[in-house]
């Protein structure tokens, strides 16, 4: 069964569980948020994603069992607020994930994550002139604001845990009563006012977090590492050297490598690497076996040395690149 929100809407399940063990297919089916993902680790993956419409605010949970780099942007007429669990560690834009952090996000603005094993999150996301309505209602405009861009708040360790807890208690009844979601509006409206006061109770001691030295240090490698992936990127399988790295990211080399190893744990090469592989596997995945051929998208990619190739690809997905192309895997389950 699936829910209308307005006339002519697209009909979607009011709850979807995706279980993801690859992650160049992190994306496929969701509408939502975008996100790109790419696996830090040569272990098999396994990623959850599940997601409980509400009245008009959707509750989304995330969980993996190794360190990722995940770009995430929420789509249009969307703002989130992310809080996470007790047990996260990783990066939000080169800022730790401490006790008492919870993000603020405007629509259409992207977040890079680098979650460790054992990570999960919850995001709230709804509407701004939802959220609006109801502070403009009590007269706390003054107090509040829609965020713009990426704004990180402090809201206190219990506040912290509080919201996280009652995300998570929603998300687990999605999971084992999907059905009191699906059989009527009324359960996901009761969801949405507790979502709403517990949301607003929280805003209401939030305040902006003050980094110190130290974050300040990653948040600028991470800059670092953007820059020079979003170059490398622009260059496709075209010849990538450390020098025009470090000239786009402004950085002496030895910067350049403590930046990555702090970020990412890998060297400039490394990673790059694993990004491409990213990026063949994805072009694999939507090829056609009858007009592409594996050497074709691994050239396309820089990649020249065929059984080096290979090799790297069955290390970091665990097959051959010749097995994905003939039998690509099911994208990821969904369960009603």
Same mark, same amino acid.
């Given at each position: 069964m699936g829910i209308i929100k307005n006339l002519g809407d697209i009909v979607e399940p009011a709850v979807t569980i995706v279980d993801i063990s690859d992650p160049t297919t992190v994306n496929a089916g969701i509408e939502l948020i975008d996100q790109d993902a790419v696996q830090l680790q040569s272990k098999p993956l396994r990623a959850r994603r599940v997601i409980a419409h509400l009245e008009t605010a959707t509750v989304m949970f995330h969980s993996s069992n190794l360190r990722l780099r995940t770009a995430t942007s929420v789509r249009k007429d969307l703002l989130a607020y992310v809080t996470f669990g007790p047990q996260a560690r990783g990066t939000v834009n080169g800022l730790a994930v401490r006790p008492g952090l919870m993000l603020a996000v405007a629509p259409e603005t992207e977040v890079r994550f680098v979650v460790d094993a054992g990570w999960e999150a919850i995001a709230f996301l709804?509407?701004?002139?939802?959220?609006?309505?109801?502070?403009?209602?009590?007269?706390?405009?003054?107090? =509040?604001?829609?965020?713009?861009?990426? &704004? %990180?708040?402090?809201?206190?360790?219990?506040?912290?845990?509080?919201? =996280?807890?009652?995300?998570?208690?929603?998300?687990?009844?999605?999971?084992? &009563?999907?059905?009191?979601?699906?059989?009527?509006?009324?359960?996901?409206?009761?969801?949405?006012?507790?979502?709403? &006061?517990?949301?607003?109770? %929280?805003?209401?001691?939030?305040?902006? =977090?003050?980094?110190?030295?130290?974050?300040? %240090?990653?948040?600028?490698? %991470?800059?670092?590492?953007q820059s020079a992936e979003n170059h490398a990127l622009s260059l496709g399988g075209s010849g990538i050297y450390v020098t025009d790295l470090c000239r786009v990211a402004g950085v002496s080399e030895r910067s350049l490598q403590y930046a990555f190893k702090e970020v990412l744990g890998l060297t400039p090469m490394a990673y790059l690497t694993r990004l491409r592989l990213h990026r063949v596997r994805q072009a694999l995945l939507a090829a056609n076996p009858e007009s592409t051929t594996v050497s074709a998208e691994a050239l396309r990619w820089g990649f020249w040395h065929f059984g080096e190739f290979s090799r790297s690809y069955r290390d970091c997905f665990g097959e051959l690149p010749s097995d994905t192309l003939r039998n690509k895997p099911e994208s990821p389950g969904k369960q009603p």
């Open positions: 709804l509407p701004p002139q939802d959220i609006s309505a109801h502070l403009n209602a009590r007269q706390r405009e003054g107090a =509040f604001h829609i965020p713009q861009g990426v &704004e %990180t708040l402090q809201i206190g360790a219990e506040g912290a845990r509080m919201l =996280f807890d009652w995300g998570k208690r929603l998300i687990d009844a999605a999971v084992l &009563e999907p059905a009191l979601f699906d059989g009527g509006m009324s359960g996901r409206v009761a969801a949405q006012v507790e979502l709403f &006061e517990m949301l607003l109770a %929280t805003l209401d001691v939030a305040r902006d =977090f003050e980094p110190s030295r130290s974050d300040r %240090t990653r948040q600028a490698q %991470t800059r670092i590492v």
